[in-house]
């Protein structure tokens, strides 16, 4: 009982951290944990699409290709958390040297989309993250 609980919270953490849809209707009818139906949202596009886009510019920071395309969410959720350190520790510095500090880390740009400062934006707009 308590290893099933603890695979519904992972499903339920997924759900909220990767901003998805979950859908228990078909477990309660058998209890199976694989009938529990986790599904992207917008939201959920839009931080796969900025993931991606960081991991092309900062190599160091992988993205989970092919479990994205087989819609492997509890995967991608732990690929996920694995790369929270390095996104928000990876040198951020502009092409004239100035430093990006403060508040600012790809991992809040990646899951959030925050932009707080301009040395920030000039950096994403640098590395071709953002147009």
């Known amino acids: 009982m308590w290893l099933e609980e603890s695979k519904l919270k992972v499903y339920a953490q997924t759900a909220d951290f990767l901003r998805m849809e979950i859908d228990f209707s078909n477990y309660g009818k058998g209890e199976n944990i694989d009938d529990i139906t986790l599904t992207p949202t917008k939201r959920t596009k839009e931080m796969m699409e900025r993931w991606k886009a960081v991991s092309k510019a900062f190599p160091t920071i992988e ?10 969410w509890i995967k991608v959720y732990e690929e ?3 790369s929270i350190g390095k996104m928000r520790t990876v040198p951020l510095v502009l092409s004239n040297g100035e430093e990006v500090g403060g508040t600012e880390s790809l991992y809040l740009y990646v899951h959030n989309g925050n932009i707080e400062e301009d040395n920030f934006k000039n950096l994403l707009k640098e590395k071709g993250i953002i147009e």
């Open 63 to 72: 993205f989970p290709q092919k479990e994205v395309e087989e819609g492997n």
């Open 80 to 82: 996920i958390t694995k």
